[in-house]
């Protein structure tokens, strides 16, 4: 079971727009703005797509958007691409335990 | 570009021990702190360990802490991870990665990793 709670799977059209949720508790997401979400495509390493909540790295589309609400923060791909079918997963800063870092399950993203 | 290449993975009996290395290029190394991510086949993401740039602060899972050492040559531009008494529970790749803060403390922000050491933990 992972610290970090995310549906397993989430699906939508090409060009419609998908939340993805992470929810965890306050001494994770809701006690820090430190929350990260990384892409994986199959057999590949995962990318970081989003930290510190709603910030992009270089080279990240602005279709990839992030927030936070209370214990749970969210993850929104707009206008939906082939190539952003993937698994998905959040991380967050953790001030309660030894590992700094925790993940979330992750999320089976499908385009239909 | 950033390259972090690991190295060591491959068949350990149980209750045997591994060192995987990781060489790092693209990036001024000692400046950044540096993460190993584990994924058991099929599943997630588990964070593994951590330690900041100058390698004196270090962090660990429960889930490993008692059992594995993660340390630096920052003249080598190398990164090391350490663990004894394995189980089947250990098999899984192990990521070397970046982390995205370049004063080398610990954001957990990870903007770079390798494609992975194969750890498989079998009789």
């Known amino acids: 079971q992972s610290a970090l709670t995310q549906p397993p799977s989430a699906s939508g059209s090409p060009g419609q727009s998908v939340t993805i949720s992470c929810t965890g508790s306050?001494?994770?997401?809701?006690?820090?703005?430190?929350v990260s979400w990384y892409q994986q495509h199959p057999g590949k390493a995962p990318r970081l797509i989003l930290y510190e909540v709603t910030r992009r790295p270089s080279g990240v589309p602005d279709r990839f958007s992030g927030s936070k609400s209370g214990n749970t923060a969210s993850l929104t791909v707009s206008g939906l691409q082939a190539e952003d079918e993937a698994d998905y997963y959040c991380s967050s800063y953790s001030g309660t335990t030894n590992a700094p870092a925790l993940f979330g399950g992750g999320t089976r993203l499908t385009v239909l | 570009d950033v390259m972090l290449v690991e190295s060591g993975g491959g068949l350990v009996q149980p209750g045997g021990s591994l060192r995987l290395s990781c060489a790092a290029s693209g990036f001024n190394f000692s400046s950044c702190a540096m993460h190993w991510v584990r994924q058991a086949p099929g599943r997630g993401l588990e964070f593994i360990a951590a330690i900041y740039g100058h390698g004196k602060i270090m962090y660990y899972a429960d889930s490993v802490k008692d059992r594995s050492s993660i340390s630096r040559d920052n003249s080598k531009n190398t990164l090391y991870l350490e663990m004894r008494s394995l189980g089947r529970e250990d098999t899984a790749k192990y990521y070397c990665?970046?982390?995205?803060?370049?004063?080398?403390?610990?954001?957990?922000?990870?903007?770079?990793w390798g494609q992975g050491a194969t750890v498989t933990v079998s009789s």
């Open positions: 990665v970046k982390d995205n803060d370049l004063s080398g403390y610990y954001s957990g922000n990870m903007d770079a």
């Open positions: 306050g001494s994770d997401v809701g006690g820090y703005h430190r």
